[in-house]
């Protein structure tokens, strides 16, 4: 009974520490990472090599070349619960530090060495007919409030060095930002979250990137949530800028089987979230 007992507090203190980024689940991720993976991390945690991944020679970009830049934490970055390769080979590829891979999981550029809906959505651009060809630029990091990704924040510099450098070839013409559970952890007030949201699509444009936003309402993590909360208030208030696109509210979306720990995405989830993005792109895209 002791041990069970302790096992349950071990849990719940995981679900509390995961969305904050906060010991000792810091230190179990980053050690789960070395255990399971020789792909080597950057100082962000970010994945820069990773055992079997395919290169190939990076397609210049035409009319039919979606690139999608894919930024905010756990959930748009790898650590979902299946893996997945592209069905259409050289047609969906990844981009990281000025190098193309046929797109497969775990994808460069973003944190874990788990799954990610990321390929799962450009395939289904693809077959679809929005795009001929899908470059994906994964860049999600676990764990981070807004407040990071904003302007001045270490991430949004982050985030700009690795447009400067997909700028040599790439023009990007879809982001999707996917974020939320930490903030809601941290109790950030809506209009903080707003604020920084703006910031960040400020950095962008001034960087280049004026390309449609697709967000979400994403702020389910553990089992102690109230839907109503002052992040997805926020969240559904962003597409008031006609730039931004809510493709999917997460938090309604995704039934207990969509998630493999109350938290993070499981298979099912992982394509309910790949399709949804799926319809809104190619929505605005068709859109007169």
């Not at 789960?32 to 100082?43: E, L, P």
């Amino acid at each position: 009974m002791v041990l069970a007992g302790v096992g349950v507090a071990f849990y719940l203190f995981g679900l509390y520490s995961y969305p904050r980024a906060l010991w000792p689940s810091n230190v179990l991720r980053g050690l789960g990472d070395s255990i399971r993976s020789a792909g080597m991390r950057d100082d962000f945690g970010r994945l820069v090599t990773y055992p079997g991944k395919i290169e190939r020679p990076c397609p210049a970009q035409a009319e039919g070349t979606g690139v999608i830049l894919a930024i905010g934490q756990s959930n748009v970055a790898n650590h979902a619960a299946r893996r997945v390769t592209t069905r259409h080979g050289d047609r969906v590829l990844s981009y990281f530090n000025g190098k193309c891979h046929i797109s497969a999981s775990p994808l460069l550029g973003a944190t874990s060495d788990a799954g990610e809906y990321l390929t799962m959505l450009a395939d289904r651009l693809v077959d679809d007919g929005v795009y001929g060809t899908v470059i994906i630029v994964s860049s999600g990091i676990g764990g981070t409030p807004i407040a990071r990704w904003q302007r001045n924040g270490d991430l949004n510099a982050m985030l700009m060095a690795t447009l400067r450098d997909l700028s040599i070839r790439y023009r990007v013409t879809d982001v999707i930002w996917h974020q939320g559970e930490s903030d809601v952890a941290n109790a950030t007030t809506s209009e903080a979250y707003t604020a920084a949201f703006a910031s960040l699509v400020a950095s962008l444009t001034e960087n280049g990137v004026n390309a449609p936003i697709y967000t979400s309402v994403s702020t389910r993590c553990g089992i102690s949530w109230n839907a109503d909360n002052p992040i997805a208030r926020a969240q559904r208030s962003l597409a008031r800028d006609k730039r931004v696109h809510v493709a999917a509210d997460t938090d309604a979306l995704l039934a207990p089987e969509d998630r493999d720990d109350t938290c993070h995405l499981s298979e099912s989830g992982q394509r309910k979230v790949a399709t949804a993005y799926a319809r809104a792109i190619r929505n605005v895209r068709n859109a007169p």
